[in-house]
């Protein structure tokens, strides 16, 4: 081993850009306006002057890439300041990088990575054999890049068994080695 890097976490939008395009529902449409995602009710109610209306965006542009997605200064998508995406109030050179619960929270039950866990699943339903072990492999192989160990085989068929492929879809979304950089 000549040199070494330590594990870094993904920037935000590349955190959202990673669970789109595993699950196959990334839209790789180039240029033109920023998308609107889906945020929480009422997100935007402190910024009553002028009374904003938000609309997410729907369809395929709801799955482009985190690149477009639209950004009001202080007041950031909640997935995004979560995984430290700066405010733009002031320029950064480097992006400050966290490890909280709150980030697993966000990959477990934002709609986006809901919506791609779902996708993710029936694709390894399709795609990925006849027998829970194959989908299993075959949807780990496509997130992590690498087949399973017997250990995570074991436990992520466990999981399988106990609840769906929805369940492992989650649980591989929510992987240090999902959204981390060696």
């Not at 449409?29 to 920023?34: D, H, M, V």
């Not at 609309?55 to 950004?71: C, E, F, K, Q, T």
């Not at 200064?73 to 002031?90: K, M, N």
Request: contains cysteine.
């Amino acid at each position: 081993l000549l040199a070494r890097q330590s594990r870094l976490r993904v920037d935000a939008e590349t955190v959202r850009d990673i669970a789109l395009s595993v699950s196959g529902l990334l839209t790789e449409k180039f240029g033109g306006p920023s998308i609107r995602p889906i945020q929480p009710e009422g997100y935007l109610a402190a910024l009553n002057f002028p009374k904003r209306d938000y609309s997410a965006s729907h369809g395929a542009d709801l799955y482009r890439r985190g690149l477009y997605v639209h950004w009001q200064r202080s007041f950031l998508h909640p997935s995004l300041l979560t995984f430290d995406a700066p405010s733009r109030e002031e320029c950064t050179v480097n992006r400050v990088s966290s490890n909280t619960p709150l980030q697993a929270l966000v990959l477990l039950n934002d709609p986006i990575y809901v919506e791609a866990a779902q996708a993710l699943a029936k694709r390894a339903a399709t795609f990925g054999g006849a027998t829970p072990e194959a989908r299993v492999n075959w949807a780990f192989e496509r997130v992590t890049g690498r087949p399973p160990s017997s250990q995570e085989r074991s436990e992520l068929l466990g999981l399988y068994r106990r609840g769906s492929m929805f369940s492992v879809a989650r649980a591989l979304l929510n992987l240090s080695e999902t959204i981390t950089r060696n």
